[in-house]
């Protein structure tokens, strides 16, 4: 294949409610959208950055300006391009993970429907369906919260993870064990809020025998994760610290992590999310799939990389309408507990013209 040019697109779409993090507060999700266009076939990609850098350094806009000027040029200069030769291409570049996973998506998913190959079968996928975490933002009271994982476990959730900060943390975790029993499979999440001062504090939680804790410490504090895995019983995840499979060895292996989170936007695409899976599963690591809020494209990426035989835990794969009233493709929908795995040719699902129209901010043509 030969790219002709990528049509890039800022979208806005509204959530179903408030999602609040110790990092901000989102209303809206405001994603950017690629479509590879090439001499065979097209394909969709999703990139993952959110409109500021709070998450993580990279964001929407700065994503758009290094995919115009610089990602997207050195695949052009390709002539037999297959997803293979994306990474090397862009390699060059420093960083910008964000940018090259939503490129490889797009790619990929361009190559696959050329070939008539669903994403999941080419990933080395074993179930046609997977089951279902989903993440609860940071809430104003404790009924409010008790009312939200209630709908969430009457809808089918198989996994429950809280989203924590300083002041939100034993007492929520408490509160939701307490009321919905021992079975109930539950986790937290703190994006970074935590320093190692904190680790007495933490140990607080290990009474209520959660699956993990997820990214307390910043991301690059790796020896601080290991010296509060050695003072909390709650496993620790990581999640922001795992920028590629190299830095998933390291973190394994200094005993930052006993189970990982893995996000393809975050790690630069669905190879090295998968070469991340790999190298857990050598090490004996379990790890699920997060979620970036993601609409139905990179929704049916995610759930194809789910897939595979090392995510032994649910993951925060959650249906379209945990976020969405109206998702961009065909929605997502919970079946006990489950998402089924697209099996149609690469990602499976495409947007709907008439909602991806409506939710369009801006579009852009970079020709090749
Ligand atoms: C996490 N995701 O695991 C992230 C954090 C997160 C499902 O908890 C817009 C874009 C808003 C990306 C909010 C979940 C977001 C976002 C939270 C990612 O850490
Ligand atoms: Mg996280």
Redesign the pocket.
């Known amino acids: 294949m030969k790219l002709t040019g990528i049509e890039l697109r800022e979208i806005r779409l509204p959530l179903v409610a408030p999602?609040r993090?110790s990092f901000?507060t989102?209303t809206e999700?405001a994603a950017l959208l690629l479509r590879a266009v090439g001499t065979e076939s097209e394909g969709w990609g999703e990139c993952?950055a959110?409109a500021d850098p709070r998450?993580s350094s990279e964001y929407a806009a700065g994503c758009a300006d290094v995919l115009r000027r610089f990602l997207v040029p050195a695949l052009g200069a390709c002539e037999r391009l297959d997803v293979h030769a994306v990474a090397p291409a862009l390699a060059p570049f420093q960083g910008h993970r964000m940018a090259k996973a939503a490129l490889e998506m797009a790619v990929w998913d361009a190559e696959l429907r050329a070939l008539g190959v669903p994403l999941a079968r080419e990933l080395g996928a074993v179930h046609d369906r997977v089951p279902c975490g989903v993440?609860v933002g940071i809430m104003d009271s404790l009924p409010e919260l008790i009312d939200a994982v209630t709908s969430y476990v009457e809808e089918g959730y198989r996994r429950i993870?809280l989203?924590i900060e300083p002041g939100w943390d034993i007492e929520p975790v408490r509160a939701v064990r307490e009321h919905f029993g021992d079975d109930l499979l539950l986790q937290v999440?703190a994006?970074t809020a935590y320093t190692l001062a904190d680790a007495r504090h933490l140990a607080r939680l290990d009474p209520f025998r959660l699956l993990l804790i997820?990214?307390p410490l910043e991301e690059e504090d790796i020896l601080g994760h290991a010296e509060l895995a050695k003072v909390i019983e709650t496993p620790v995840c990581l999640?922001?610290s795992i920028t590629s499979a190299r830095a998933a060895a390291a973190a394994i292996t200094l005993g930052a992590c006993s189970i990982v989170?893995i996000?393809p936007g975050r790690v630069g695409g669905y190879l090295e999310a998968r070469r991340i899976h790999d190298v857990c599963v050598a090490h004996g690591v379990p790890v699920w799939c997060?979620?970036?809020?993601e609409t139905g494209l990179g929704r049916a990426a995610n759930v194809a990389l789910a897939a595979l035989p090392g995510f032994t835990l649910p993951g925060?794969t959650s249906a379209s309408g945990r976020y969405f009233r109206t998702d961009i493709t065909e929605p997502f929908v919970l079946d006990d507990g489950h998402l089924v795995v697209p099996s149609g040719p690469g990602l499976g699902v495409e947007p709907v013209p008439e909602v991806l129209e409506e939710v369009t901010v801006s579009t852009e043509w970079i020709a090749l």
């Open positions: 999602f993090t901000a989102q999700r993952v959110m998450y993440s993870k989203k999440d994006n997820e990214q999640d922001e989170n996000k997060g979620g970036m809020l925060d």
